[in-house]
């Protein structure tokens, strides 16, 4: 399934800062493989002093078939996302695309970043009045970040299992 993804500036701070961050203190949106690697030669090392920053996080996302959850079916990959408040002290991997917390990036003025900076699921969110947000419903996030981690996902579970032997002692 190819998707076609389209990046549209849909950042309304007057939308936006009323809201306070609602999603941004649940769960950050997660980057596109591009935005992280971007052609890096040492992407593990890179990778990794950002997760040792406390900046990102590996996290698995979980696709199912439909909204019935049925064993073996389900489709699950890691991808990068900002690490939150309580991700970045303990957790290298958190499941179900739920990350616990606010988002290392949320100010009390908003994102630290500049939008086009910013994750890419957290590029497509579009706010609404009323702090209700929605993503456009033509695009399936999920197959879309399915297919650009695909082939990164040696990679990731790699440094997992690396962070995992460093730094599991410690939790």
Not at 100 to 129: A, N, W
Request: with cysteine; charged share 20%; proline share 5%.
């Amino acid at each position: 399934m190819n998707q076609k993804v389209i990046q549209i500036k849909n950042e309304n701070k007057d939308i936006c800062t009323p809201c306070g961050g609602l999603c941004c203190k649940s769960t950050p949106g997660s980057y596109m493989p591009q935005q992280i690697l971007n052609g890096e030669i040492n992407q593990f090392e890179v990778v990794n002093k950002m997760m040792d920053d406390g900046l990102v996080i590996i996290n698995q996302i979980d696709i199912y078939p439909d909204s019935n959850v049925v064993i073996g079916r389900t489709r699950s990959f890691m991808i990068i996302q900002p690490a939150t408040e309580i991700t970045k002290k303990w957790s290298t991997m958190t499941s179900n695309g739920d990350n616990f917390g606010k988002c290392v990036h949320l100010t009390t003025t908003g994102c630290s970043m500049r939008f086009d900076e910013r994750p890419y699921v957290c590029q497509q969110l579009i706010p609404l009045e009323g702090g209700e947000c929605h993503y456009d419903p033509s695009i399936n996030l999920n197959e879309v970040l399915y297919e650009s981690w695909l082939v990164h996902q040696p990679f990731l579970q790699d440094l997992r299992d690396h962070r995992w032997d460093k730094y599991a002692t410690r939790l």
